[in-house]
């Protein structure tokens, strides 16, 4: 009794407040209207003071952050049951006392980067926003494989026409103006790969200056052109075949051979010549070789072209490799026939021949040369030339000479006191 005693004078208390009496009558009418007994009103009458006062205490919700409980009592038993609210977390908004509360962080969302914004240029993309492409994760540059440093081959790896020197420089297996290969006049005793092929010309022009050992007089002149053609053949590694074909132009104003001016041209003799490479020493970077050659009448004797006679000539060529400089020597003779014509009253004499030359490969490209060629043709004199050349090489298909052979001493019949030559050799497979 005296319980119920005390909850009846604090009811009547609340009432007499004329704000909590207005929350109370309109609390205790809305649950009239929905049909809740007097105990049930009564009860929540007592609740419903609490949060009526934290409508002018916005203090309330900043310190505890959730709402008193409600306790509903439970008709028979008496034992009342008490039910809590989920704490406020969110701005409340809208209240006109501006009541606030402390709030759980929100929990942030993990949104897509977005490509980086290219604007564009053009007018007619303008507002438009232009997104690149996706960046792409390349590996480190550590990563990537590293080129291997293999040694390059020499420019010329074709060893049909070249071999090798010291320090990978290599030298090219150009021919002379007989047609062998060599320098320009010098045989070496190096044959080309079997089945190799070279064809070319050499053109040797001088200007007469004397006959046998007369000088020619103001009156007198005379030039002389030869413009030998070759073909050569590598049949084996050891051994290899020409053929060469001589085209002549003379012209001699004196009267010391004849009572008239002489001018003509037309090809001379030919020469048909075999090579052979008998040995070859690496240790002392040496080779020999032997040759045969034939010269055959196919130019016209009445013109002074040919002899209109067949010669035989054998001769032999020694190389020597002295780490850069290859060294060349030829010793020859030549068996010539008795023409016995208005040009060779007295026929001719056997020609014995030598040649020392020496090449420098300076690159792959240029070499530079020099010889000493000498002859003694019986009757018809002695002749001692120095050779310097140079050998030009801008692919592996072309080989060009100059040279410049210079007289020491002529007693022959054409004396001159230097000679222009001019070559180039064509490689084939």
Not at 15 to 42: D, E, H, I, K, T
Not at 361 to 377: I, S
Request: charged share 15%; proline share 7%; hydrophobic share 35%.
């Amino acid at each position: 009794m005296k319980r119920n005693t005390a909850i009846v004078a604090l009811a009547a208390w609340l009432l007499a407040s004329p704000v909590w009496g207005q929350s109370l009558s309109n609390s205790q009418y809305q649950l009239r209207q929905n049909g809740f007994s007097s105990s049930m009103q009564n009860a929540m009458g007592r609740s419903a003071d609490p949060y009526s006062a934290t409508q002018n205490a916005p203090e309330y919700l900043g310190q505890t952050g959730t709402l008193p409980p409600i306790t509903v009592a439970q008709g028979s038993s008496g034992a009342p049951q008490q039910l809590s609210l989920p704490p406020i977390t969110g701005n409340v908004s809208g209240s006109p006392s501006g009541l606030s509360s402390q709030f759980a962080e929100p929990v942030p969302v993990q949104r897509p980067m977005r490509a980086p914004v290219v604007k564009s240029g053009n007018r007619q993309a303008a507002g438009r926003e232009i997104y690149s492409q996706e960046p792409l994760n390349l590996p480190p540059v550590t990563t990537l494989p590293v080129p291997s440093r293999t040694v390059l081959p020499p420019l010329y790896s074709d060893t049909m026409m070249t071999v090798p020197l010291e320090e990978a420089v290599t030298r090219v297996l150009a021919c002379n103006m007989a047609g062998f290969t060599g320098l320009t006049h010098t045989t070496s005793a190096d044959v080309s790969k079997a089945g190799s092929f070279k064809m070319g010309f050499h053109s040797s022009w001088f200007d007469l200056d004397r006959v046998y050992d007369r000088q020619l007089a103001s009156n007198e002149s005379g030039d002389m052109l030869e413009l030998p053609l070759f073909f050569n053949y590598a049949v084996t590694d050891d051994l290899e075949v020409i053929y060469m074909i001589p085209v002549v132009d003379y012209t001699i104003k004196s009267r010391i051979l004849w009572t008239r001016d002489i001018a003509e041209s037309g090809t001379g003799d030919s020469k048909l010549g075999f090579k052979y490479r008998i040995f070859e020493n690496p240790q002392y970077q040496m080779r020999g070789a032997f040759g045969l050659a034939f010269k055959f009448p196919t130019g016209n004797d009445s013109k002074g072209t040919g002899t209109g006679k067949t010669d035989f000539e054998i001769f032999t060529a020694f190389s020597k490799s002295y780490e850069k400089i290859v060294g060349h020597l030829n010793l020859g003779y030549v068996m010539t026939g008795d023409p016995n014509t208005q040009f060779y009253p007295d026929g001719l004499a056997d020609k014995f021949y030598y040649n020392i030359g020496i090449e420098y490969p300076h690159t792959h490209n240029v070499t530079v040369m020099a010889e000493l060629a000498g002859e003694d043709w019986g009757a018809e004199g002695l002749k001692v030339d120095i050779i310097p050349g140079l050998r030009y090489t801008p692919t592996e298909n072309f080989a060009f000479e100059v040279a410049v052979p210079i007289s020491i001493a002529n007693d022959q019949r054409y004396g001159y006191n230097y000679r222009l030559v001019l070559g180039l050799t064509t490689f084939f497979q």
